[in-house]
C-alpha cells in the first residue's frame, strides 16, 4: 500500500504505518475556508492554525453542544490566490491526530486532571493510563516514554 523504498528497516516501515494508520483511522478532516487577500503576509504554507468554529467538523460522539472546532489544530495544505477579487482560499488539514501521539509533560492545574476530562487540546499532554490494558480508559492507546519494570 505504501511505498517507502528509502528504508528496509521493518521496524521504520512499521512506525511510519502506524502513523498514516492513526492519521486516516477517523478521516481526513480539512477545512477550507476565504479570506481577503490584506491577510496575504499572516499565511503561509508553513503555516499552522487554530480554528474557532462552534459549527465546524467534529467527528466525536459528544452531545451537539459541545461539538465543533473549539480550537482545533490544523496545518495548511494549499493557499490559493484571487487578486482579481482581493480573496485567497486556504485548505488546512486536521492536525490534532498527530499532537495526541506526542507527550508533552505539563505543570499541575495546567490541564484537565483525567484523560476522560481532557478535550483535544490538552491530550498531546501526559497522562497516566493502564499498563495491564495498554489503554485509557475509554480504550485510547497509551503514550509511552520507555519501558517500565512496572509494566513487566
Known amino acids: 500500500m505504501w511505498d517507502m523504498p528509502w528504508t528496509e528497516s521493518e521496524i521504520l516501515i512499521a512506525e511510519r504505518i502506524t502513523e498514516e ?26 503555516t499552522n492554525l487554530r480554528l474557532q468554529e462552534p459549527f465546524g467538523i467534529d467527528g466525536s460522539d459528544n452531545p451537539p453542544e459541545d461539538r465543533g472546532e473549539q480550537g482545533h489544530y490544523y496545518y495548511i495544505e494549499s493557499i490559493s490566490y ?27 492545574g495546567d490541564v484537565a486532571e483525567t484523560w476522560a476530562a481532557a478535550g ?33
Not at 35 to 45: E, G, M, S, Y
Not at 82 to 106: E, G, Y
Open 82 to 108: 484571487d487578486f482579481m477579487r482581493q480573496k485567497m482560499s486556504i485548505v488546512a488539514v486536521d492536525l490534532q491526530f498527530l499532537l495526541r501521539q506526542i507527550m508533552i509533560v505539563a505543570h499541575c
Open 120 to 152: 483535544d487540546s490538552d491530550r498531546m499532554f501526559a497522562y497516566v493510563g493502564s499498563c495491564a490494558t495498554d489503554s485509557f480508559a475509554d480504550g485510547t492507546s497509551l503514550k509511552k516514554v520507555a519501558p517500565c519494570s512496572i509494566c513487566e
Open 21 to 46: 494508520m492513526l492519521k486516516r483511522g477517523k478521516g481526513d478532516y480539512k477545512v477550507s475556508f476565504t479570506i481577503p487577500i490584506n491577510w496575504v503576509n499572516a499565511f503561509d504554507i508553513l
